[in-house]
């Protein structure tokens, strides 16, 4: 029926090209003090994770879980409780995920 590459997040099917690259596209203000707005494209529904993660790669916050539909959406998180540093944002679906660095600072 098809084929996938999944470290391009490609696949190919009786109906062509399946595209399931998920994209932050920003996360504003950055660097943050107390609350992001992180904004994502994904071209196919699906489940999504979101979470953030400090430098030493341990989940510190699930942002949210749930079911998106295909195209651009938009998070708001509270950042309030974490320490100044670099944390990373991660969405992770079934195909794959996504992750861009973030700065708090006080």
């Known amino acids: 029926?098809?084929?996938c590459d999944w470290s391009s997040d490609v696949c190919s099917s009786d109906l062509g090209w399946i595209d399931y690259t998920i994209t932050i596209q920003s996360i504003h203000p950055n660097p943050a003090d107390d609350r992001i707005t992180l904004a994502?494209?994904?071209p196919s529904?699906?489940?999504l994770s979101i979470q953030?993660?400090?430098i030493a790669g341990r989940c510190i916050r699930s942002v949210?879980?749930?079911w998106y539909s295909a195209g651009r959406h938009s998070v708001?998180?509270?950042l309030t409780g974490l320490p100044c540093g670099i944390y990373f944002c991660r969405i992770a679906g079934r195909y794959g995920?996504?992750?861009r660095r973030l700065v708090v600072v006080r």
């Open 1 to 3: 029926i098809g084929w």
């Open 40 to 42: 994502f494209h994904i």
């Open 45 to 47: 529904s699906q489940s």
């Open 52 to 54: 953030i993660y400090d």
């Open 64 to 66: 949210r879980s749930q």
């Open 76 to 78: 708001q998180t509270d």
């Open 97 to 99: 995920h996504s992750v």
